[in-house]
């Protein structure tokens, strides 16, 4: 069993920074691909960023491209996710997610285990 718990939500300012972090338990963290997803209210969640279990291969939603970063600490068991140049658009709960199957996805289907999701809130 795998549990995912966010931190490092909350609000900023249109061009500012935010760093969210998601702690996992569980022996699979290592060898599992891991996402970052949103969902912005009346909205589907989407795909903002994955990486995989090496830390070596990451990809991004051309809306956050150049913006945000995805990294992985495997002997810590975390991943994270440093937003930059923040915009209203961003504005959604984020949620981190566990591919045990290292499948290196897009698709929010593919990811077994999810965090419970940390807000993050962009004001213009």
């Known amino acids: 069993q795998v549990q995912l718990v966010e931190s490092g939500g909350g609000l900023a300012q249109a061009g500012g920074s935010l760093r969210l972090s998601c702690a996992a338990s569980g022996r699979t963290f290592s060898m599992s691909t891991l996402g970052w997803f949103r969902q912005a209210p009346g909205k589907e969640r989407e795909f903002v960023a994955g990486?995989?279990?090496?830390?070596?291969?990451?990809y991004y939603a051309d809306s956050v491209k150049g913006r945000f970063t995805i990294s992985r600490d495997n002997a810590k068991n975390t991943v994270s996710l440093q937003m930059n140049i923040l915009k209203p658009e961003d504005t959604a709960v984020y949620y981190c997610?566990?591919?045990?199957?290292?499948?290196?996805?897009?698709?929010?289907?593919?990811?077994?285990?999810w965090g419970q999701g940390t807000q993050v809130t962009v004001s213009s």
């Open positions: 997610a566990l591919d045990r199957w290292n499948r290196d996805s897009r698709r929010s289907s593919l990811y077994d285990y």
């Open positions: 990486i995989g279990r090496s830390g070596s291969a990451t």
